[in-house]
Every structure is written in structure tokens, then in C-alpha cells.
């Protein structure tokens, strides 16, 4: 028998082979095949279409009685290899957990037991007894935060190796492992009811109810703390009712892990969670349970868009804004529109929720495309916190007509800083965000102008107070120590602009007895270093957390009552026509943090530039007037949402090489291209040398995919032939930099 193969390789098309029992074989199963000079994992997809000339190779082995991929799954991959312009046999291999995608059959295995994780001593003794130990005290301090106890599978997904520190804390002394019984699938919390749903959440999960058994994209927006998440267990409830399963995809599992706990407690042993956490034995496991229908629900980040959910009722995408749903590499997939697509291979609903709907999924909606479902309320009647902005080119302006000394100015203003104190009194938390790392963004000579950057990227040192001062480039973290003078002309050096580590030596400084936490890539590097603080200000043993984005991930913190935006402008200035929309959704979302609890929120914005629509809006948490005005400017440049694009990147250590290949590349599209298609560039991509490579870049706009992707298929052949020079193909991208 000739079947059609597609090869776990970067190559382009499928192969034929022979089988000679053909008994065992189904579309979707693994195979052992060879390849040139070496045996490969091969794919099978179904009867080859005809007998190709030369001669043909026989599959050496099956490596799985069942397939791996049910058909809705390689359906899925198959048009996502293809829309995505990726070789197929690569694109199944990225879709597999590592250990089914490597040249070796992988047992089944079934799940252990449920086990839960107990405290036995005060955490404050344990934590005193593992300060060397970062991971086991991070574990602690995970249990602390939920009560003491909690269930081993929803530990994994906020400490790396949870499994094997739990044991050694056993050996310890300082914690009880034991096998329980499965929550029962309509118990939410261990001491309590479920919460009562508000109409609106009724009104919502009806109207999810009403479209099951056919496909239906829903737009859930909701403002922060409306209850989207509620509305997503219960749609879940109602499709498991019915026998079916549930996909679940979050943009960043490892940052809100009671997410899962929360999961796991409604519906026991029937969640698979699915995320980079994991080891590679366990992510296998996972796809086991999925597959074999001991797992119904799957809830993982992007990558879970390809889970083996069996009698898929309904999918979940929350935060759907989310650019973490984008996958930069490989296959270049969107992993929010995947879903959709899924959605409608199994004819289901799918449900988008944010607080602030991405402008594709807005004109969707308009369009009718998408069915638009508000939440326009919080839950228990709470209300949005109340939102300052602060003009910082307003109050330097009037500092110098008062005579104020020439110095580089407070982080905090005055305004900031008396609600801190407020705050603080009170007995209340703060948050500070500030989406820049570091203590400041530039290191210049004020004689000579020259600037610290970095010998391997087109950007600017940052410095951090680490080892004494030390400049770092935050793409390829090369490091140096901050030199005494400037090496040229022996001037003295300036240190300007704002980052984290400066806000929080400013609180130290100045608000006198705070405890001051900090959350960003070099506070938390690690996932046992992002669950200790996590869980430590949940507990409330800090008053203010100081942080970049990672703050605004969807934390529930009852304790917030006082939300400041450090400089809002950060993002504003980015080359990329996406830059004011991420700047509203992010300065919304942690606007958001605020007056999650029994009291009101407020929030404090400083801004140098307050009639931006993306700062101005969120006073006003306006995200209708910001949509609007956004979607008029996108529609006068045929940006997304009313155009499609496709970025071609290139890299190279050599610039003659990638400059020589970018313009070839740009005549051949422009040769090839449709009137309807516009082909921006070449040019140097904004950071035009990245880790030592020089790196251009093309954008070609189009009304629609179609004209795209016949012209990215032919350019996969220039790309392919190019050499030394890396050249990536981006459907839909998200990033421009």
C-alpha cells in the first residue's frame, strides 16, 4: 500500500512510501521512516494520491497503535502549515510534546493519584530553615498563600520541579504528601458554595448555552474583575454535562497559577494542564490522558491550541488580546485565531474574553463575524477604581517658573507619592507599574555624546545597581561593569531615564517603613523566584509591589486599593502601528488591580502626554471612544483590522549578504504582487542588529490573506535557497520590531 507521508523535517511537501501491513495504519499515527541517509519520524496523513516515479521506500516501523493526532487535531495542523507558510512535518512535530516528536516510540502512561501537598509548621519557620534553598522555600511559600494545602498537579504549574522538592520537604519534615479523592465535579472551592452569578453572567451563559451544537465565535468583553472566568466555567459545566470536553488557552499559565487551582477544585482529575512548567515525561502523560479520554478539559498556554481534547463542546481563549498568543518562532502561528478555526472544524462555540478586546476581534464583532456579549459591570456591584492622570511636562514646566533647582526630578510626583502614604497608612497595598527593567534606561557622556550600548545589538545599555553597577543589554544579556568615566574623554558620565530597581530605591528612600517588593524578569527569573513574591504580597507581608507588566497578568489582590502608572509613555514611541493599543490594554489591565476587594480602587497615572487617546481613554475607562479612534487611523492606512499583512524578516552575520537577499527578495515580491498589494520596504528592521546579526525586513499589506499567501509561497523557495541568510515568513504578524 502507498501512503502519504509528511517527514518531521524542515522540508517542504509530503512523501510516498510503502507499507506492507496496512491493518495497523490510521491517519495521524507515527512512523519510523527513512530519509536520505537516516531514519526519521515520519507522519502518516492518509492513501498516497498516485504512484510517484523512482523508487520507493518502505516505512521501517508504526510507532503507535492509536493516533496521535485525532483527525479534528490534524486537520487543524494542516491548515495551519499551510496558511502559516511552514514545512508540514515540522509543523506536527512542534504540535507533539518533545518526547513523541523524537525518533523513538514513547510509552503510554497513565496519571498517578491525586496528590496534595500540607503544610505541617509555620511558614515563617520554614522559610527561616530553607533560605538556601530558593525552590523548596518558594514552595512554602505557595502553600502559605492557599491555606496551607494544595493539590501537587496545580503546584507544578507555579514551581519547576514541584514533584521532587515536595519529597525532599517531606524528608524534612516540613510538609505531608497524601493520595485524596478527586474534587467532585461540582465542588468549586474546598469550603464553600459556588458564587452566586450575576444577571449578566446568567444572561451570558445562556446565550453560550443556546449556540452549543454548532459553531459560534462569542466576544466576551468584560471589564476587569467582571466575572469572565465564571462565565467560563459554567459554559464549561454545561458542555461536560453533555459528555463533551473543553479547550482552555490563558496567555501566561506560570503567572496565575490559582487560575488552575481554580479549575482543578470544579472539576477534580478531568483537567490536563499543559504548559512550558512541565517536564518533557509529563507533558506526554498529559497528552495521554487527553487522548485516551481521561482528561476532558485541557487549559495550557498557545501550544494547547493542539491538544487531543476528545468530543471538543467548547473553546476558551481568556485574554484574547494577549500578543503571548503569538508564537515568534518556527511555525509563526496565532494561537487565538487557531482556536477559532478549531472551533469550527468541530462545529462549537468558542469564547474570546477580555477587558480589552483586541481591534481584530472588535471589527469581527462589528462585522458580525463574532457575537458581541458585554459584562459591563464587576461583580457585587463594585465600582471601577477612580483614574487620575497626572501631566508630568505640565508639573516640570511649573516646577521651573517656581525657581526648583535644575536636578533630575522624582520618579513619584507628589500626587503619587501622598496616595502611597495614604495607602500605606491605611493598612491598604499599591501597586507600581513601570513597563522598563532596571534602574535606568541610558548611560551618556554629556561632552562628547556618546552612549553605552551594546557591542552586539543595535540598543542602548541599561543600568542596573546589581554587583556594584553594571550595564546590560536586555536581548542578548551582555554584561559590563558601568565604567568610572567615559572612555573617550574621561568626562563624567550622566545616568538617565526611570526603571524598576530606580522606583523601588526611591520608596526605600522615601516612604519610611514600607516593605517593597519587585516583580520583573531580573527579580523573578525563575519560576520558584515568580511564586515567592507572588505569594508573599498576596498574604500581605508587602505594602507596595513595584513591577513591568508581569503585574497586570490578571493577579486578583484583594488588598489593592491604589494602582500608579510610573510613566505610561513608555510604549507610545515604539516603531509598530500596534504601539497606542497596547499601551490602553496594559494601562487598563493594571488599572484593574485596584478595588478587587470590599474597598474602592484608585489610580494615578503620570503621563507627559494626557491627551493621547491611549492614556486619556483609560480615565475614563472608555475603551469604546479609544476603539473608535484607533480603527480610523488603522482603516486610513489599510492596517489589520482592514488589511491582512505579511512580514518577511532576514538576518545575517554578514550585512552585505542580508541587504543583498532583502532587495531581492523586495523586487520579487513587487514582481509578483497584485495591484491590492502593497510591499513596504526593504528596509533595516528598527533594531537593525540583533545578538550579532544583521537583520531587514519587508511588510506587504493586502485587503485580504489570499493575495498574501500566493505570493509567501513563492518567496519560500528564495528563502529556502538563501544560504547564510535567515529569512522567516509571518503571516498576521504581531510584533514589528
Known amino acids: 500500500m502507498l501512503i502519504e507521508v509528511a517527514v518531521g523535517a524542515p522540508v517542504r511537501g509530503t512523501f510516498t512510501y510503502e507499507v506492507e501491513d496496512d491493518t495497523r495504519l490510521a491517519p495521524g499515527q507515527r512512523l519510523l521512516v527513512p530519509f536520505g541517509r537516516r531514519k ?60 513523541l516528536g523524537r525518533v523513538r516510540p514513547a510509552p503510554e502512561e497513565r496519571a498517578p493519584a491525586i496528590e496534595s ?43 519547576r520541579d514541584a514533584a521532587g522538592l515536595a519529597r525532599k520537604l517531606e524528608e524534612k519534615g516540613f510538609v505531608r504528601i497524601a493520595r485524596v479523592e478527586a474534587p467532585r465535579p461540582d465542588r468549586i472551592f474546598e469550603g464553600g458554595e459556588a458564587p452566586r452569578p450575576t444577571p449578566d453572567q446568567v444572561a451570558a451563559c445562556e446565550e453560550i448555552a443556546a449556540a452549543s451544537g454548532g459553531f459560534q465565535p462569542f466576544l466576551l468583553h468584560g471589564v476587569t474583575g467582571s466575572g469572565k472566568t465564571e462565565v467560563y466555567l459554567r459554559a464549561i459545566e454545561q458542555v461536560r454535562a453533555r459528555g463533551g470536553g473543553a479547550l482552555v488557552l490563558v496567555p501566561e499559565i506560570a503567572l496565575t497559577p490559582q487560575l488552575a487551582g481554580r479549575f482543578r477544585s470544579r472539576f ?142 522624582a520618579v513619584l510626583g507628589p500626587e503619587l507619592f501622598a496616595a502611597l502614604e ?111 513574591i507572588l505569594a508573599s504580597f498576596a498574604r500581605g507581608e508587602a505594602d507596595v509591589l513595584v513591577g513591568t507588566q508581569m503585574v497586570a497578568k490578571g493577579h486578583d489582590f484583594p488588598g489593592v486599593t491604589l494602582v500608579g502608572a510610573v510613566l505610561a509613555d513608555v510604549g507610545l514611541g515604539l516603531p509598530d502601528f500596534r504601539a497606542a493599543e497596547r499601551t490602553f490594554q496594559l494601562l487598563t489591565q493594571v488599572a484593574g488591580r485596584a478595588g478587587r476587594g470590599k474597598d474602592p480602587g484608585r489610580v494615578i497615572i503620570q503621563t507627559f502626554n494626557p491627551a493621547a487617546d491611549a492614556v486619556a481613554c483609560v480615565r475614563t475607562h472608555d475603551y469604546e471612544t479609544f476603539s473608535a479612534a484607533e480603527l480610523s487611523r488603522r482603516r486610513e492606512l489599510g492596517y489589520p483590522p482592514f488589511g491582512r499583512g505579511l512580514a518577511v524578516r532576514l538576518e545575517a552575520e554578514d550585512p552585505r549578504a542580508v541587504e543583498a537577499m532583502a532587495r531581492r527578495i523586495g523586487e520579487a515580491a513587487r514582481r509578483w504582487s497584485q495591484p491590492s498589494v502593497r510591499v513596504l520596504g526593504p528596509a533595516p528592521a528598527p533594531i537593525a542588529r540583533l545578538r550579532g546579526r544583521t537583520r531587514y525586513q519587508l511588510l506587504l499589506l493586502a485587503p485580504g490573506p489570499g493575495p498574501l499567501q500566493a505570493i509567501g509561497r513563492r518567496l519560500t523557495e528564495l528563502a529556502d535557497g538563501a544560504g547564510k541568510v535567515r529569512v522567516a515568513l509571518d503571516m498576521d504578524p504581531v510584533s514589528m520590531l
Do not use: W
Open 40 to 99: 526519521a519520524i515520519g507522519f502518516h496523513l492518509g492513501p498516497a494520491a498516485a504512484e510517484p516515479a523512482g523508487e520507493l521506500r518502505f516505512v521501517d516501523a508504526i510507532l503507535d497503535d492509536v493516533p496521535v493526532f485525532p483527525p479534528d487535531v490534524l486537520q487543524l495542523i494542516r491548515f495551519a502549515a499551510d496558511y502559516y507558510l511552514y514545512p508540514l512535518g515540522e509543523a506536527l512535530r512542534t504540535a507533539l510534546p518533545p518526547d
Open 268 to 409: 477534580g482529575g478531568s483537567i490536563a494542564v499543559l504548559h512550558s512548567g512541565l517536564s518533557d515525561r509529563e507533558r506526554t502523560r498529559e497528552h495521554h490522558r487527553l487522548l485516551s479520554g481521561e482528561a476532558s478539559i485541557a487549559l495550557g498556554v498557545r501550544s494547547a491550541v493542539f491538544a487531543p481534547v476528545r468530543d471538543l463542546g467548547v473553546v476558551v481563549v481568556d485574554e484574547e488580546h494577549e500578543p503571548s498568543f503569538k508564537q515568534e518562532e518556527k511555525l509563526r502561528y496565532h494561537a487565538r485565531d487557531l482556536a477559532v478555526y478549531r472551533a469550527r472544524i468541530a462545529g462549537v462555540p468558542c469564547v474570546l474574553g477580555s477587558a480589552t478586546p483586541s481591534l481584530e476581534s472588535l471589527a469581527n464583532a462589528r462585522d458580525g463575524r463574532y457575537r458581541l456579549i458585554r459584562l459591563p459591570d464587576r461583580v457585587d456591584a463594585r465600582p471601577l477604581p477612580e483614574v487620575r492622570l497626572v501631566d508630568l511636562a505640565a508639573a516640570r514646566r511649573e516646577a521651573r517658573e517656581a525657581g526648583a533647582r535644575a536636578e533630575e526630578p
Open 117 to 159: 501537598v500540607t503544610l505541617l509548621v509555620p511558614h515563617e519557620t520554614a522559610r527561616g530553615a530553607l533560605s538556601r534553598s530558593k525552590a523548596q522555600a518558594a514552595l512554602v511559600e505557595y502553600l502559605a498563600a492557599r491555606g496551607g494545602s494544595a493539590a501537587l498537579d496545580e503546584i507544578k504549574v507555579a514551581v
Open 422 to 532: 495614604e495607602t500605606l497608612e491605611a493598612g491598604r497595598q499599591s501597586i507600581l507599574f513601570l513597563n522598563r527593567r532596571g534602574n535606568a534606561s541610558l548611560v551618556l557622556c554629556p561632552s562628547c555624546g556618546e552612549g553605552a550600548r551594546c557591542p552586539d545589538c543595535d540598543v542602548s545599555l541599561t543600568h542596573h545597581l546589581t554587583r556594584g553597577g553594571e550595564l546590560r543589554c536586555h536581548y542578548c544579556d551582555f554584561r559590563t561593569p558601568k565604567p568610572q568615566a567615559c572612555p573617550g574623554c574621561h568626562s563624567e558620565l550622566l545616568v538617565l531615564g526611570v526603571g524598576t530597581e530606580r522606583v523601588e530605591r526611591e520608596l526605600a528612600e522615601k516612604l519610611r517603613g514600607a516593605r517593597v517588593l519587585r516583580l520583573d524578569r531580573d527579580a523573578a527569573g525563575t519560576s520558584a523566584e515568580l511564586t515567592r
